[in-house]
């Protein structure tokens, strides 16, 4: 339990951390809007690939914290089953 919660905690340090890499998550239309925007001086081209990047996050993680929750519920735990060592019969 102690590994998974490291785990988990790495995880999410490691991807929280800024990407100072430039990223263009927008369509051919979008684009150009947004450098023609720029050029006039306005800045919403930036926010427009902000918002962008923003939307395109959160299905992933929604999935992963639906993923995190079933494997929480339905993890093998550690039973004993006292079954007899006899054959089983099946016909």
Same mark, same amino acid.
């Given at each position: ?31 150009? $809007?947004?450098? $023609? ?11 427009? $690939? ?29 039973? $004993? ?11």
């Amino acid at each position: 339990m102690k590994s998974l919660r490291i785990a988990l905690i790495s995880f999410i340090l490691i991807f929280s951390l800024p990407d100072f890499s430039e990223v263009s998550a927008q369509c051919s239309m979008c684009t150009l $809007n947004a450098e $023609n925007s720029v050029k006039n001086g306005n800045t919403e081209g930036k926010g427009l $690939n902000n918002g962008i990047l923003y939307l395109l996050a959160a299905p992933y993680l929604a999935i992963a914290g639906v993923g995190f929750l079933w494997y929480k519920k339905y993890r093998r735990k550690n039973v $004993n089953l006292n079954i007899k060592d006899s054959k089983i019969n099946l016909n």
